[in-house]
């Protein structure tokens, strides 16, 4: 294969995603697979897999650049990039009028307010624990015992949302039992969960201030519960990728391609 490619690696606590872009910067590729508990043979999977798919080698490839909680773990990368970059980087490209962007991953969640170009001008996160996170959905989705793609589905069938005070994993998980024990309906409390995660999300986003177009990203965003709760919280409209979970990845791909063009034309800068 003589077209030159570009890889992207996102490393998160929960999936490894690899895409690959080509000179003009269109996906040709892309792969979401497990984390599990190596991270570099993570890597090394999904970035084997992707090219695998495309018919190419890592010969093809003109650059690498990882992000994610676990892009050390990429071997062979040209550059380790910030998620905050990369998810910005992404979402500017799907949508080039992004003017903020909600990424929920699986141990953190992050509010990036974007200018007119995609420049990253302000950002929060949330990395202190795993409230509000895809881990704690998943803690959330098995104590329940509501499979992940039911979470919001079911949410929006309540008639009103279960009160639930905290966002910190253990003591949800004993207020969501406790909440089981006085009768309340599985659709009440996962309705109350996804609330309190929309107001975690909007004390991130007051501080950061946001302004359409809202996109959110991370694998989060394919819970309709919580994204519908975002919205009314943070009175805004959120669009949601086809596939919210490459975007980072996608960012990262598109950071390799203006590394490998600039490494060729170093006069440049970068």
Do not use: W
């Given at each position: ?27 040709r ?5 497990p ?62 009028d ?6 929920i ?16 001008q ?64 599985v ?22 201030g ?8 991370g ?52």
């Open positions: 294969m003589d077209m030159r490619l570009y890889a992207g690696v996102d490393i998160g606590s929960a999936t490894a995603k690899a895409v690959l872009v080509d000179a003009d910067g269109i996906i590729e892309y792969i979401v697979a984390s599990g508990g190596n991270l570099r043979l993570a890597a090394d999977r999904v970035l084997a897999g992707v090219l695998e798919q495309a018919g190419g080698r890592r010969a093809d490839l003109g650059a690498i650049v990882a992000t994610g909680y676990g892009r050390e773990s990429v071997a062979d990368r040209d550059k380790s990039v910030t998620e905050i970059a990369c998810h910005a980087k992404g979402a500017y490209a799907l949508h080039p992004a003017r903020a962007v909600i990424d991953g699986g141990q953190d969640s992050k509010v990036i307010a974007l200018d007119a170009k995609g420049a990253v302000k950002f929060e996160m949330n990395d202190k624990c795993a409230a509000g996170t895809g881990r704690f959905l998943e803690v959330m989705a098995r104590t329940l015992e509501v499979p992940l793609d039911d979470f919001g589905p079911r949410a929006h069938a309540a008639d009103m949302p279960a009160t639930i005070s905290s966002t910190c994993t253990v003591f949800a998980e004993s207020e969501v039992i406790s909440l089981l024990a006085q009768g309340q309906s659709e009440r409390i996962l309705a109350g969960l996804c609330l309190a995660i929309s107001q975690r999300i909007n004390s991130l986003a007051s501080r950061v946001m302004t359409p177009r809202v996109i959110m990203t694998g989060v965003a394919r819970n309709t519960g919580v994204v519908r709760a975002v919205e009314k919280a943070i009175g805004l409209p959120i669009t949601v990728p086809d596939n919210p979970q490459i975007v980072g990845a996608l960012g990262a791909a598109l950071l390799a391609r203006i590394h490998d063009a600039r490494r060729q034309a170093p006069e440049q800068g970068f």
